[in-house]
């Protein structure tokens, strides 16, 4: 069975903190994707990034930046520099390869909240 | 990116009333949508699986004759709460696939239901 832990609930920063987001998560699978996806108060889910197994090249984009670990199968997330705007919950999930089978497996969310 | 809308986004029914959802692919076709159910501070939870033309497939302990699914065009799929009851107030979002190769789903801002 696939399960995607997200152990840090709720986490506060100050602005212009760099802070890190946890991601671990289970497979059988030898082929998976891995997601995360912002929920800002309005509620709807924002997509950040998406990762396949086989890769396992970091990835930065502007203050964003992702550290896929398979040895350890985590897939974390920092924010640099944050700012209040990110304040949202951000949630991991994981996706089997599956031939049709788009189910996402998602975290129980991680409570971001950037402090002016 | 791919676009998915729902409405209505907040909805207030009395208790023992019905509520439809709407769930559209703005600009692509999706032959699966999702639904998913989030409650208070927790994870989102699949409800069921949408196929466009068929019958929906329904997680384990998700009463079909309650939540019923119609996915009647490529654009479209719709989320019927039958006699809903306050325990059915929760947050309600669909998503669609729009690349068939990963999997990537866009999710729509989410249907806010409140049953007196």
């Known amino acids: 069975a696939q399960k995607v832990t997200q152990a840090q609930t709720e986490i506060s920063v100050v602005e212009k903190e760099d802070v890190t987001l946890d991601c671990v998560y289970e497979?059988?699978?030898?082929?998976?994707?891995l997601f995360w996806y912002k929920q800002p108060p309005s509620g709807e889910l924002v997509f950040l990034i998406r990762?396949?197994?086989?890769?396992?090249q970091n990835e930065i984009s502007g203050r964003y930046s992702w550290n896929f670990q398979k040895s350890t199968s985590s897939f974390n997330f920092t924010i640099t520099a944050s700012q209040v705007v990110d304040s949202a919950v951000y949630f991991c999930?994981?996706?089997?390869?599956?031939?049709?089978?788009?189910?996402?497996?998602f975290g129980k969310g991680t409570k971001l909240s950037v402090i002016p | 990116g791919a676009v998915v809308s729902q409405h209505p986004s907040r909805v207030i029914c009395k208790s023992g009333t019905s509520v439809k959802i709407e769930c559209r692919s703005l600009d692509f076709q999706a032959t699966t949508m999702f639904w998913y159910r989030q409650f208070p501070k927790k994870s989102l939870m699949l409800m069921a699986t949408s196929n466009e033309g068929s019958k929906a497939t329904y997680e384990q302990g998700v009463e079909k004759d309650k939540f019923l699914i119609n996915h009647a065009s490529l654009t479209l799929s719709t989320l019927t709460v039958t006699s809903a009851h306050p325990e059915d107030s929760s947050f309600y979002i669909c998503s669609a696939s729009y690349d068939p190769n990963t999997g990537e789903l866009f999710f729509g801002e989410g249907s806010r239901l409140t049953v007196l």
């Open positions: 497979t059988r699978d030898t082929t998976y994707y």
């Open positions: 990762r396949n197994s086989f890769d396992e």
């Open positions: 999930a994981l996706r089997d390869s599956g031939a049709g089978s788009y189910q996402l497996t």
